[in-house]
């Protein structure tokens, strides 16, 4: 087996457990698909995104050897970007930047400032023993003699200061200690030696002509070594390896805190593990709970299935509760899937939780097992008055947050006119700013302003189509971040019902395939009281039924993929609605 394969073995072998994952940060690797053999990995507490390529490998009278240069792709509005170099920040604010690190592989010159150090890996030729190898420098510096100038001659860079100037080994050691983690629990042994190198390294620099030189040896260049085996074959490893003698386990008080303190030494026995209270928090069984809000028409159904099919993807559940107003639940039928959605219809769980929702998930982690648990109430709901009510179900789910979707072509006037949507906004943890696209910039940029000033604490994505990599947002990992979520919700709210806003459901059901023309001109009559409708049709010519949306006078439809077995049926949201259109629409089909 080639040796940086057996590197990524390990990774992939230990990631196989969820614990782990969220014991050590793992976020996800994926392999670079051109180019040199590469992976891209995320880690938690590195918003960028790691790279490792594998650079040379070798053998000697001891041991097999790979080389593995090691990259580090900062967020763009990562604070460390703006000390690396001129053309790392160049690079970061290109619109193709995200996809280039993705293949980062196929144009290493692009991806050279980047680079932060090397992983080395060392397998003794009977297969004894096996050691990893970290190398960077302490800080990466590199000095502009001359300094930087724009044009008009602005100091960019002044003379003699650091182009770049950032801790190259810290960001090494994050991704060295979870590879050295899952070599631990993949070899069910913690390591049995430990060392650390350093040596003196010339600062490089250029001049005004693009001369490069070298500066007084004030850098550091720092190797740490970790070697498992049996006791005399890690000795010999290690004594080939290393210029000095090695730490045992028993020595770990003389070790560097980070490496001490690491879950290296315990990740072979993670049994044991799930025992110690410090770590409960990556044994948690329980299944995440989403609490899904936002006004009608806001794109839920879409952000869900989007949600189904990114965890579909990892063989992992998702479990739905919804609830609609009106008696026939759209969404269900809308999303893959549907035999993990339990629907609660006639009400709005906002309004009569009374206990159906604990019992709606004792029913779902029965049957499925999921990993996700997704509440989305409707459109009219008001997720203040779900909170008081989830404090029961810490034994049943893992509460996440409050997501809540923003329509933006229509969100202005409805915070304008209705309490619900504002709570809605006031309420959630995560705001996805929706339909991005049909806004033009100045708008999108006022109402992020409004929404960020009714809620200062939660995150806010703009989204076109609902499309947003839910990795981006979920995270149960409590190391994270602070992660407060539902739980630092208490500003007291007035209890709503939709009575209070004058909002009204009507279900009009046909019995005959509608005519594709008389249903279009009939949404274009709705008048403008008829906020939201939806519903699933037969067409007359159309072998599958049809799915209708319709949202403040903007429709569309669109293939529901199968025949539709139930009776066609359409429902109308709004206040003081006039539905002689529909009404009319109904008796010319029924």
């Known amino acids: 087996m080639d040796t940086p394969v057996l590197l990524l073995n390990s990774l992939l072998a230990a990631c196989r457990h969820n614990e782990f994952k969220r014991l050590v940060g793992w976020k996800g690797m994926a392999v670079c698909p051109r180019g040199t053999v590469a992976w891209t990995m995320k880690l938690r507490g590195r918003p960028g995104v790691y790279g490792l390529l594998a650079e040379a490998t070798g053998l000697d009278e001891f041991s097999r050897n790979a080389k593995i240069g090691l990259y580090y792709f900062p967020a763009e509005d990562e604070p460390l970007l703006e000390h690396m170099s001129l053309a790392a920040n160049l690079a970061a604010t290109q619109p193709d930047y995200i996809a280039r690190v993705r293949t980062f592989s196929t144009s290493l010159e692009w991806a050279a400032p980047f680079r932060i150090g090397a992983v080395s890996v060392h397998l003794l030729r009977n297969e004894t023993a096996l050691a990893i190898q970290a190398q960077a420098l302490e800080r990466k510096i590199c000095i502009a003699k ?319 189509y609902a499309a947003i990599n839910p990795a981006t947002l979920y995270d149960s990992d409590p190391l994270e971040h602070d992660a407060p979520g539902l739980q630092s919700i208490s500003t007291p709210c007035p209890r709503h019902i939709h009575a209070m806003e004058e909002f009204t459901s009507r279900r009009f059901t046909f019995d005959a395939p509608l005519n594709r023309e008389a249903l279009i001109r009939t949404l274009d009559l709705l008048p403008s009281e008829v906020f939201r409708l939806k519903g699933i049709v037969s067409l007359i010519g159309h072998d599958h039924a049809q799915v209708v949306q319709y949202v403040a006078g903007r429709h569309e439809l669109s293939s529901l993929g199968k025949k539709f077995e139930d009776q066609s049926f359409l429902v109308a949201i709004g206040k003081n609605m006039n539905l002689s259109p529909l009404a009319a629409l109904q008796e010319a089909h029924t």
């Open 146 to 464: 001359d300094g930087v100038t724009t044009e008009s001659g602005e100091w960019v860079i002044a003379p003699g200061a650091p182009e770049e100037d950032f801790p190259a080994h810290d960001i090494t050691t994050d991704v060295f200690l979870v590879i050295g983690a899952a070599v631990s629990n993949s070899l069910a042994s913690s390591p049995a030696r430990y060392a650390r190198e350093e040596q003196p390294s010339m600062i490089p620099g250029y001049t005004r002509n693009g001369e490069r030189i070298h500066f007084d040896k004030t850098n550091t260049v720092i190797t740490d070594t970790l070697v498992w085996g049996e006791d005399d074959s890690a000795r010999r490893l290690a004594s080939h390896l290393l210029k000095k003698d090695a730490l045992t386990p028993d020595q770990v008080g003389a070790m560097p805190q980070a490496i001490a303190s690491a879950l290296l030494w315990k990740t072979h026995d993670l049994t044991t593990l799930g025992s110690d209270a410090e770590y409960a928090y990556a044994f948690d069984t329980r299944p995440r709970l989403i609490v899904l809000s936002g006004f009608l028409g806001a794109g839920k159904t879409t952000f869900l299935n989007q949600l189904l099919e990114y965890h579909a993807s990892r063989d992992e559940i998702v479990a739905i509760i919804q609830n609609e107003v009106g008696q026939t639940g759209v969404d269900g039928k809308l999303l893959e899937g549907d035999d993990s959605i339990v629907e609660i219809d006639e009400g709005c769980v906002c309004c009569t939780l009374a206990g159906n929702l604990s019992k709606g998930i004792e029913q779902l982690k029965t049957r499925f097992n999921p990993r996700v648990i997704v509440l989305e109430s409707t459109g009219l709901a008001n997720p203040f008055n779900i909170l008081k009510e989830l404090d029961t179900l810490r034994s049943l789910a893992r509460l996440d947050s409050v997501t809540t979707l923003v329509d933006a072509v229509n969100a202005q006037q409805l915070l304008d006119t209705s309490d619900i949507a504002m709570n809605q906004v006031k309420a959630a943890d995560i705001i996805l700013l929706n339909k991005c696209d049909l806004v033009t910039d100045q708008e999108r940029a006022s109402l992020f302003h409004r929404l960020r000033t009714l809620n200062s604490r939660a995150h806010i994505a703009e989204t076109e």
